[in-house]
């Protein structure tokens, strides 16, 4: 519980710092945004109806290469502007800056014959941001009224900007900004409706070509609901155009049909007149798309574009209204669909685990692009997805860190605590399967194992304290061996004894069985270990088979995986009983039947020590080998007719005897056993009294 808290802790304090990130919104925040909603441009360009009321006149390298290098002089310029109002323009908008006159040699000046036909006609001519700090001085054409306080306040400032002749400018209809909005690496996203100079504000140059065009005196700035301190709309006649805040409209593009360009050639060729159908009562655009102009864009689309299809997308998106709109309640909503989703996530890695978060972040992910990019397609609503992608990300992160951070700890805390006492295999599992380690304990069936170094203290006499302390690390080294490798929990090594146990913490389905071949495996190694030696080392090994407590006990800072219960004090009572019983290896009778493929000899009821009644106890002997061999067959069954006859009688010479060849034969040391009977009777009460002690 104090993990999950913590994990949970930790969870919300990424979301609090993904939130607050998100509030900062610095700039690649923005520019990821800005791209992702680029992104759904491209999957899905604006629709628009193929008989708009709009074209471009193109100054493009055929017309550069048949008329001549730019600047053209000002009466082709002329016969081009009143070729178009002879045609029935309703509008003709210059994206070409006129600010500095034509030299000439003497004669006519071209600027006034330029102004003349300027004023036959319904033109409008560009400013364009320079830099400079000289003030705008033209004069607006368009007239200005505003709704609410003072939404003017909102909208950039145009600054110094290069200006039209003042010739030019008094005989156009219209004056409008040229100068394009270029956030975000020169992508062409925005484009200001209205630009902020000190005598009030004047046109993009696609709304004044609108206003002319509809014959509107006046645009209407409309400031919010709120406060009116940020524009809402931007009115020209009856037609509406929703803004930013700043007056500013968001792009949103389509790839233009090549019929849309009409090339200047064509104006000033002398069969102009065929083109009266593409531009009676049409918005006419000159612009140029010669590269070498430098007046290309780069679109949302991912193409570059002459400057002047900007300002003919902005008129196409107003007269067939079609908007993408990104209100101010958007980012509040992102803000808590954001908290909500990354909160689902951290809860998810903590609840089930690394794997089902993943999906749960995936789910999470592909839900946020799903919302996004429905909100684009059908209301135009431009909500972000490429923050939640990141926040999902970051979330799941870090939430899988944690948990890769504290299984990491836990594997190597685990690896402490039992690396030396339990087989590698069995330790794989533990850390597989942490909940083998619930903190305190649980009961389940065990097989426990006590093994005791006969007569320690003569040899603690006999050697010097160096001397015991290498012994018995040599013997502990060998009986630990055979353990860990039977699959077995070493519980403590306390002076000259080991407690093991099978079953815990790891399950094994033949516990019993790992158990006798574990201590079988002992004998066979401390024989290796006497081998040759003058002083051997004799071994008692008491196992019993029953249920048990097992678990972390101790306290929070210390504590040792162990068990305890009757179980465990049966094991160490009858390893203390291998003395009178005569033999190195007791078992339980339980612990005998559940490991029935062993060779195992009945040897009585024993007393325990500090323990009520009887155990019957039996002498493990071989492993199955030997079980499955004729002569321990009839060892088995001449020793049972021997324990039979004990129950009622004094034990039979001749049967001893016989057992004791029979013994020989397996290559089994029972001398000392059978020798030890005639004073062990009292192990061998009646059948009744058997019973009545079980």
Known sequence: MGRRLAALTLGLLVILGLVALRVADPYPVQVARETSFDVFQQWRPRQAPPDLPVRIIDIDETSLAEVGQWPWPRETLARLSDRLTELGAAAIAFDILFSEGERTSGGPNPDEAFAASLKSGPTILGLAQNGSALPVTTPAKAGLAATGSDPLAAVPELGGAAQPLAILAQAASGLGVASLDRQGAGVARRLPLLWRVDSGAIPTLSVEALRVATGAPTLVVMGDNVDGRTVDAVRVGDIAIPTGPTGDLRLYYRELPPETYIPATDVLDDSYASLGPLVSGHIVLIGSSASGLNDIRISPLGVPVPGVSIHLQALEQILTQTFLDRADWVSGLELLLLAASCLVIVLAVIVSGPLVGLGVSLAVAA????????????????????????????????????????????????????????????????????????????????????????????????????????????????????????????????????????????????????????????????????????????????????????????????????????????????????????????????????????????????????????????????????????????????????????????????????????????????????????????????????????
């Open 367 to 694: 839900a946020s692009v799903s919302f996004s990019w429905w909100s684009f397609s059908s209301p135009g609503l431009l909500v972000d997805p490429s923050y939640p992608l990141f926040a999902a990300l970051v979330s799941y992160a870090s939430m899988a860190f944690l948990r890769f951070a504290v299984t990491d700890l836990d594997r190597r805390r685990i690896r402490r605590a039992f690396g030396y006492y339990v087989e590698p295999s069995v330790l794989t599992q533990i850390e597989a399967d942490q909940s083998l380690l619930r903190l305190g304990g649980n009961v389940r069936e065990l097989t426990v194992m006590f093994s005791d170094v006969r007569n320690f203290s003569a040899l603690a006499e006999r050697t010097t304290p160096e001397q015991l302390v290498n012994i018995l690390n040599g013997l502990f080294g060998a009986l630990g061996e055979a353990i860990l490798r039977h699959r077995g929990t070493i519980d403590k090594f306390m002076g000259d004894s080991v407690m093991a146990f099978w079953n815990a913490p790891a399950e094994e389905k033949e516990h019993a069985l790992l158990a006798g071949r574990a201590a079988l495996a002992m004998r066979a190694a401390l024989r290796d270990l006497n081998r040759g030696s003058d002083d051997p080392i004799h071994i008692g090994i008491g196992i019993a088979t029953g249920p048990a407590l097992v678990g972390n006990m101790g306290f929070e800072k210390r504590f040792d995986y162990s068990c305890v219960g009757d179980t465990v004090n049966v094991a160490s009572r009858i390893e203390g009983a291998c003395k009178s019983v005569g033999y190195s290896i007791l078992v339980t009778s339980q612990m005998a039947a559940e490991a029935h493929n062993l060779a195992s000899l009945e040897a009585g009821w024993v007393e325990l020590k500090g323990m009520s009644g009887r155990e019957q106890v039996h002498l493990l002997v071989g492993d199955e080998r030997v079980k499955d061999s004729a002569a321990f067959t009839e060892l088995a069954a001449t020793h049972a007719e021997l324990i039979e006859s004990l129950f009622s009688d004094a034990p039979d010479p001749a049967l001893l005897q016989k057992c004791e060849v029979l013994a020989a034969a397996v290559d089994i040391e029972l001398v000392q056993f059978y020798a030890s009977l005639p004073s062990r009777l009292a192990d061998f009460p009646a059948v009744d009294v058997a019973k009545d002690v079980a």
